[in-house]
């Protein structure tokens, strides 16, 4: 059992005499350190610590560590420093899905089979829970994001690729919610494979980002909308350039250089504490515009970006992507309409759906459902897709797939652009 006071103790100690040198490298006019330089030079000044520790258990006649006591001691320092601490092994659990943590005693892991169960505590102290997270909130993303009574909600991707949700001072407990990125490199043959989607789905989809559809990915939280997203992302040719915009990096796109060497990540930033340096969703969707982009991807659509990245898709930047939150195909056109209201634009609801129309070809609705308490599974799947046909006074689609009889899509309406889709190699089983 690893000593995590021991571990809280050699952190600060390490981390002191790293940022120490930092200082004398600035000092003597040296380059900063590279991160894996400094992580090279911070596994030195760990085993150093150790070290010193071992002589001064034996020293007082105590017997030192172990070898193997050393070895989780500096893997639980480097963990700390550059890590998530005491989180790190969940992280490192294949089979974990999601981590809840209500204050740091109270946490709740979700497994990939639909079991929840009650996990050790990640920290000592709530205090402690919370300077983990401003750690981690300092090192992750492309700019330092604060976390403290002044900024108490937090949003970043963690170096694994999980997105982190934490708030403070508006609950009783500091509360953290980790989404785990357990499918990071993902293709459609894997959301074949895993029951997320059949065959016929994963032919009209692939025809549809070969098309250039645009295509608008809904569906609650946690349903795998920004799996399919990097499922449909890499169905795009290596030979365009993508911009993908999000307020906190996620989809990461840009990790996989042999998939698409060309991609620029957008990330929102916020105000500094002073109220400046703000850029915003909508911001950052109008400079893409201006990036020549074959193809802009908005990670996750949450308020009056909406109209920026509608305007965007109806002016040539074909083959566009997104996510939004909604409990159905058709609720996506109001949801849309209630974020276009909250725009500066202030668009009025016809205005809205006229530009819905002109700029979203197919809606894909996947949903979650946890049968693990009838001795089922948690299942992902899309149950619908429906095809925008136009407008006359409100949005006109047509849902060409609906839920069958284990509720994952069939077919079930003609597709109005079937031709352009066959040309890309779709051909449906029923029409």
Same mark, same amino acid.
């Given at each position: 059992m690893i000593d995590h006071s021991l571990v809280k103790r050699f952190r600060q100690e390490v981390g002191d005499r790293l940022a120490h040198q930092r200082r004398l490298d600035q000092a003597?006019?040296?380059?900063?350190?590279?991160?894996?330089?400094?992580?090279?030079?911070?596994?030195?000044?760990?085993?150093?610590?150790?070290?010193e520790h071992a002589r001064g258990e034996i020293g007082l006649g105590r017997t030192p560590p172990t070898v193997e006591e050393e070895e989780a001691l500096a893997a639980g320092i480097h963990a700390a420093l550059f890590g998530v601490g005491r989180l790190q092994p969940l992280l490192d659990d294949a089979e974990v899905e999601n981590i809840d943590i209500n204050g740091c005693d109270r946490v709740f892991v979700s497994y990939a089979d639909g079991q929840e169960l009650m996990h050790d505590p990640v920290a000592e102290s709530d205090d402690e829970l919370i300077e983990l997270i401003q750690i981690l909130a300092a090192y992750s993303g492309l700019s330092s994001r604060p976390f403290d009574t002044a900024?108490?909600?937090?949003?970043?991707?963690?170096?694994?690729?999980?997105?982190?949700?934490?708030?403070?001072?508006?609950?009783?407990?500091?509360?953290?919610?980790?989404?785990?990125? &357990?499918?990071?490199?993902?293709?459609?043959?894997?959301l074949v494979g895993n029951g997320t989607i059949s065959q016929d789905i994963g032919r009209f989809l692939r025809a549809a980002v070969a098309a250039r559809k645009n295509i608008m990915i809904a569906g609650s939280t946690n349903a795998g909308k920004t799996t399919l997203l990097r499922a449909l992302a890499n169905e795009i040719p290596p030979t365009e350039r993508l911009i993908t915009v999000e307020r906190a990096l996620e !989809?990461?796109?840009?990790?996989?250089?042999?998939?698409?060497?060309?991609?620029?990540?957008?990330?929102?930033?916020?105000?500094?504490?002073?109220?400046?340096?703000?850029?915003?969703?909508?911001?950052?969707?109008? &400079?893409?515009?201006?990036?020549?982009?074959? &193809?802009?991807?908005?990670?996750?659509? !949450?308020?009056?970006?909406?109209?920026?990245?509608?305007?965007?898709?109806?002016?040539?930047?074909?083959?566009?992507?997104?996510?939004?939150?909604?409990?159905?195909?058709m609720e996506v056109f109001n949801r849309i309409s209630t974020y276009a209201l909250q725009a500066s634009e202030r668009l009025p609801i016809d205005a809205t759906h006229m530009l819905i129309a002109g700029a979203i070809d197919f809606v894909v609705f996947i949903e979650k459902r946890n049968d693990y308490?009838?001795?089922?599974?948690?299942? &992902?799947?899309?149950?619908?897709?429906?095809?925008?046909?136009?407008?006359?006074?409100?949005v006109l689609s047509s849902e060409v797939f609906v839920p069958g009889p284990d509720g994952g899509a069939v077919p079930h309406?003609?597709?109005?652009? !079937?031709?352009?889709?066959?040309?890309?190699g779709y051909s449906p089983g029923g029409w």
């Open positions: 003597n006019g040296l380059p900063p350190m590279t991160g894996e330089d400094e992580r090279q030079f911070a596994r030195a000044l760990i085993s150093q610590v150790l070290e900024n108490p909600q937090l949003d970043l991707r963690l170096p694994d690729g999980s997105r982190l949700s934490a708030v403070m001072d508006v609950t009783v407990r500091p509360a953290v919610s980790i989404r785990r990125a &357990r499918l990071g490199k993902v293709f459609m043959s894997d !989809l990461g796109l840009d990790q996989f250089p042999e998939l698409h060497p060309n991609v620029v990540a957008f990330e929102q930033r916020l105000p500094n504490s002073e109220g400046q340096g703000e850029i915003t969703m909508a911001e950052l969707v109008r &400079r893409s515009l201006r990036m020549n982009p074959s &193809r802009v991807i908005v990670g996750e659509v !949450l308020g009056d970006e909406i109209v920026t990245m509608l305007n965007a898709m109806t002016q040539g930047n074909d083959g566009s992507l997104s996510t939004i939150h909604a409990n159905s195909s308490h009838v001795g089922g599974r948690l299942r &992902r799947y899309v149950s619908s897709i429906r095809e925008v046909n136009g407008c006359d006074g409100r309406a003609p597709i109005s652009c !079937l031709e352009e889709l066959a040309a890309h």
